[in-house]
């Protein structure tokens, strides 16, 4: 009974963590393996070397996703820690109907990327959004067709992004607003730094681990970013605004290229490693050293 009660806790959590080290891991595992085989339809376990990933770095195709990609985070993450920023700060003045504001700002992040991208076409569609709706109020020349726009597509896909992830970003830098000591705010107002000098010079910098926090959840959901895409574009025209993981998704069960697939995958999980790890490690270095 003694060892029982010892090693109970290990017993319960046992199965959830042998199914996780095999549902997630394994089939990491199994997936780097596959993009190392010439499979097509169905796996093929016969080893092939990296012939799918330099078969992937020759294809036009993946540079523009990797080019969209790479367009889309970086405007991704700039717009929505700078609207995060200012909307945390303007709250964390203690105005009236402060719930009312957060659970509109908030909202956004309740909805789906798929009902996002739904809306937000309808919404910048020529047709029927903000173009016909300027038309109809006497600006006949007006246009805003970036939707239908092979150069200007990705950009709608940042809109929508950044309108739903903003408010998710706000809620994060306000939380870490109401952390900071008000002495120290307070200490600042005596010295007679403004309130704008005090956020700049004081508060955002002591704010840091909010800010690597932020942008490893937007470089996160930059990279994954599948259902929006099919929702708002489909990765059109064309593929003007494909990206990874619509090229990944297409790959396997469009084209039948498992192999193919299962290689751009792993291209996707290294980035999303090569951010996450050392963040990861850092932290555990700065609890170390407070320890």
Known sequence: MEWLKKNLP????APSFAVLLWFVYGFIAWTFYVSLTNS?????????????????????RWHVAVENLF???????ILCIFIGVILSI???????????????YLYPMALSFIVTGTAW?????????IEKFVNQLGFENFQFD???TPGMSIYTIVIAGVWQSSGFIMAIFLAGLRSIDDEVIKAAKVDGASTISIYMKIVLPMMRPVFMSAIVILVHLSIKSYDLVIALTAGGPGISSDMPAVFMTKMAFGRSEIGLASASAIMMFATVSAIIVPYLYSELRREQDVK
Do not use: A, C
């Not at 290990?10 to 959590?13: R, T």
């Not at 009236?96 to 957060?102: A, D, I, N, T, Y």
């Open 71 to 77: 367009i889309f985070t970086i405007l991704f993450i």
């Open 90 to 104: 303007f709250l964390d003045q203690k105005i009236r109907s402060e719930g009312f504001l957060k659970t509109i």
């Open 10 to 13: 290990k017993i319960v959590v």
């Open 121 to 129: 076409k309808w919404i910048l569609n020529p047709t029927m959004g």
């Open 146 to 148: 970036w939707l239908v």
């Open 40 to 60: 097509k339809l169905l796996p093929n376990y016969e080893f092939w070397g990296i012939h799918q990933y330099i078969r992937l770095w020759q294809m036009p």
